[in-house]
């Protein structure tokens, strides 16, 4: 198959119409932008598209109703795109987007969603290692970590910089808040709130993240205030409810503070404890 030609020059790199192996089998309706490469045995399909410099790598499968940003990595046999494992799942118009600076790594999965309309999402910077699930109407926020065979069933979210260890199933509908922290082989039946690492299965919570807080640069104060959060919600014998009262008078409402009594106050299914 001949190379797509596309789009207008962008950036200070050479541009170069899409690089298609001759074993690939790419559907002319699929929409490839420039430096693109698709290797060897991969199967695209007529409504992707696939913007600049991605790399498609050897019999990788992107199909459905999906959309790729820039400069993402599909490793060997990925498989992006294909129907939801939902039995409710009725043909109906549903998507994948997928944004930027992702690695999608060997045989990592993600689903399309289920429901008219619906989508299911992956963000920026993402690391989805080798046999990573991301089921139908999941949506994985930006800059995470998804370790060897994490697998999210449908309706999943992981917030940002959220890092999940490798063979870790986790529950529909649950959430892990943003710098989160979950080990591996953990089970997640329930929301993990920002902040706060979990670990174990049955999972238990074993305090604030703070390694990976400071990598991300937060200060002492913030940790010594979401350390104070964290006791009254998990070590003062109180329930939620209280716990959340105590919060918002005995701890520095900053933004943090604020972001995790939101996440919890959202919580449909309850937070680990």
């Known amino acids: 198959m001949d190379p797509i030609k596309l789009n207008k020059a962008a950036g200070p790199h050479p541009v170069r119409a899409a690089e298609i192996h001759p074993t690939a089998v790419v559907h002319p309706s699929a929409r490839l932008g420039h430096n693109v490469t698709i290797g060897p045995h991969a199967v695209i399909g007529p409504e992707v598209v696939i913007g600049p410099d991605c790399i498609v790598g050897s019999s990788v499968l992107i ?151 400071k990598r991300n640069g937060f200060t002492d104060a913030d940790l010594i205030n979401l350390k104070t959060a964290y006791r009254l919600l998990y070590r003062s014998g109180l329930n939620v409810s209280q716990a959340l009262e105590r919060i918002a008078t005995d701890c520095e409402l900053s933004v943090h503070i604020e972001e995790l009594m939101a996440f919890i106050r959202r919580s449909d299914r309850g937070i680990v404890r």
């Not at 990925?78 to 930027?100: C, H, L, M, N, R």
């Not at 600076?101 to 008219?116: C, I, L, P, Q």
């Not at 109407?137 to 069933?153: K, P, S």
């Open 63 to 213: 199909d459905g109703r999906t959309t790729i940003g820039r400069n993402n990595r599909f490793f060997h046999g990925a498989a992006i795109g294909a129907e939801p494992q939902d039995k409710k799942f009725g043909g109906e118009t549903s998507y994948v987007e997928i944004g930027d600076n992702n690695d999608f790594r060997e045989y990592s999965t993600v689903h399309s969603a289920s429901g008219e309309g619906e989508k299911t999402r992956v963000g920026d910077n993402n690391l989805l290692m080798a046999y990573v699930h991301i089921a139908h109407n999941c949506h994985v926020h930006d800059n995470c970590v998804l370790a060897n065979a994490v697998n999210l069933a449908g309706h999943v979210e992981v917030e940002r910089n959220a890092i999940i260890g490798g063979m870790t199933p986790i529950h529909q509908f649950v959430r892990v808040g943003a710098f989160a922290f979950v080990g591996g082989a953990s089970r997640l039946p329930q929301d993990v709130p920002p902040f706060i690492k979990v670990a174990g299965n049955p999972v238990e919570v074993a305090g604030i993240n703070s390694i990976g807080l």
